[in-house]
């Protein structure tokens, strides 16, 4: 599990990368922990964000959705603190706003899966023909639930799948949830914009010790 955790915010980082590998960065505003950053490709909008902060508050907006964080009074240092890369267990628990099309997490047929298989596993040894059950739960359930993107449907159809001895337990305790690609895309578009934003103050300071 913990490897497709890994595999889900690798593939939003190199999708992020590729989208934005043009984008320029405008400091609309800059006053103390008043800030208002946007990032986009020059003459185009195409997956355009906006990271505002105020005290204890930080807003993620753009192509992919909106999110609103809020934990320390500087919300740019509360991101540092992961030494540039994601957290998004520990940032999703000081989410304060989520866009309601995109939340932070979804149905994941992965995890849906991953479950199924867990109970089949734990149960093969006691059934006569493990290998007939789960040629049935792959057609019955996998193939006809897993991808269909819905939560309560997937559930209905493991607590009433039952062959050849074999049925599931303990279907209602399953979190059939995954971090969203637009949530752990918004992350590290959070983390590049502060690095960069930092990196322009930097040279803006530089620039008035030169002068």
Same mark, same amino acid.
């Given at each position: 599990m913990a490897t497709a955790k890994r595999k889900d915010e690798e593939l939003a980082l190199h999708m992020f990368k590729i989208d934005t590998a043009d984008h320029a960065m405008e400091v609309a505003l800059d006053q103390g922990l008043y800030r208002h950053l946007r990032f986009r490709k020059p003459g185009t909008g195409l997956y355009w964000y906006d990271i505002v902060t105020m005290p204890g508050r930080l807003t993620f907006h753009g192509d992919i959705g909106t999110y609103v964080f809020?934990?320390?009074?500087?919300?740019?240092?509360?991101?540092?603190?992961?030494?540039?890369?994601i957290n998004p267990s520990y940032w999703a628990e000081k989410l304060q706003a989520q866009d309601v099309h995109s939340p932070a997490r979804e149905y994941s047929r992965d995890v849906f899966i991953g479950h199924v298989m867990e109970d089949f596993w734990n149960s093969r040894e006691t059934l006569d023909d493990?290998?007939? +059950?789960?040629?049935?739960?792959?057609?019955?359930?996998?193939?006809? #639930?897993?991808?269909?993107? !819905?939560?309560? *449907? @997937?559930?209905? $159809?493991?607590? !009433?799948?039952?062959?050849?001895?074999?049925?599931? #337990? !303990? +279907?209602? !305790?399953?979190?059939?949830? $995954? #971090?969203?690609?637009?949530?752990? #895309?918004?992350?590290h578009a959070i983390v590049d914009g502060i690095r960069r934003y930092r990196e322009h103050s930097a040279s803006l300071? *530089? @620039?008035? +010790?030169? $002068?």
């Open positions: 809020a934990r320390t009074e500087d919300m740019f240092t509360f991101f540092e603190g992961s030494g540039g890369r493990a290998a007939d +059950v789960w040629r049935e739960i792959r057609e019955e359930l996998l193939d006809e #639930y897993g991808p269909s993107g !819905d939560q309560s *449907l @997937a559930i209905a $159809a493991a607590m !009433d799948f039952r062959y050849g001895g074999f049925e599931f #337990y !303990d +279907v209602t !305790d399953w979190r059939l949830t $995954a #971090y969203s690609h637009q949530f752990l #895309y918004a992350l300071q *530089l @620039a008035e +010790v030169a $002068a």
